[in-house]
């Protein structure tokens, strides 16, 4: 029964024909010039921009329940969208690397020898594209009259950037990357789907989450060691400016991450701590 399931996953997940055929070109592959890219994240910012100032000041709030649904519908859709591209990719990945396998997730062979095309393609095409329909958080966030911040704007927007210079680049630890952050996406979008749908959890769950999310950059920089270990000693790998673009946006984000961690946790501890004292 489990293997049957497993050669029905591999089917669905990597050889499709739809997936096993993907071929990243730009005159042709949805999303694949950088006019499409700044175009999404310019028209992000300015509608950003426009509802925050100009549209939702006007309009009153829509109603708590049709918000709830819309919320929990977008949750579901990310939460089975993440587990399939994280199932996906690492399917994908130990099909089709080359020998040694462990060796091609952190280091594509360079030179032009990596094509942007097949499996583990076609699920970094998909993750590119779900980071445009991410943006539908940042909405949602608007329309209930939570506060903005700094850092939520900032990661939906440049994630865009990375992804398609994921692509573009065909980048090394594209695999790796992609598996991590889909995996981590997967837990966070089903707690977002749970508080939707109006489940209570215990605040530590959601800190939980956050420090989920940057033990994930901190394991970047730590599979950046290996993949920067053999360009320097191996030959040499793909999509170095790809990285090295990757490598500061994580690293800007672990400090925005850990900023917030610190503001919002050390605030609460403190609130508790005079609560008690009083």
């Not at 949750?75 to 690397?97: I, P």
């Not at 095309?117 to 970094?124: K, L, N, Q, R, T």
């Amino acid at each position: 029964m489990a293997a049957a399931l497993l050669r029905q996953a591999r089917w669905l997940l990597v050889d499709h024909p739809a997936v096993s055929s993907f071929r990243w070109q730009p005159s042709h592959t949805l999303g694949a010039t950088p006019t499409f890219a700044a175009a999404i994240i310019l028209g992000y910012l300015a509608t950003v921009l426009l509802l925050r100032r100009v549209i939702l000041p006007r309009l009153p709030p829509p109603p708590a329940r049709a918000l709830r649904a819309a919320s929990a519908a977008h949750n579901a859709v990310l939460l089975a969208l993440s587990a399939a591209m994280a199932a996906g990719c690492a399917l994908s990945t130990y099909a089709t690397a080359p020998p040694p396998r462990w060796r091609w997730p952190f280091c594509f062979p360079p030179g032009g020898a990596t094509e942007a095309s097949g499996p583990v393609f076609f699920w970094a095409h998909v993750f590119y594209l779900s980071k445009v329909y991410e943006l539908g958080d940042t909405l949602l966030i608007l329309l209930a009259r939570r506060p903005l911040t700094l850092l939520h704007v900032y990661h939906h927007a440049v994630v865009v950037a990375m992804c398609y210079l994921w692509l573009a680049t065909r980048q090394s630890l594209l695999p790796v990357a992609l598996v991590t952050n889909a995996g981590v996406h997967v837990v966070m979008y089903a707690y977002y789907f749970s508080c939707s749908v109006g489940w209570r959890w215990p605040r530590r769950w959601k800190r939980a989450v956050t420090e989920l999310q940057i033990a994930q950059f901190l394991f970047s920089f730590a599979a950046s060691v290996v993949m920067l270990w053999l360009h320097f000693t191996d030959g040499g790998c793909e999509g170095m400016a790809g990285w090295v673009f990757n490598a500061v946006f994580n690293a800007s984000l672990l400090a925005l991450f850990l900023d917030f961690h610190g503001a919002a946790y050390a605030a609460a501890k403190g609130k508790k701590a005079g609560d008690k004292a009083e």
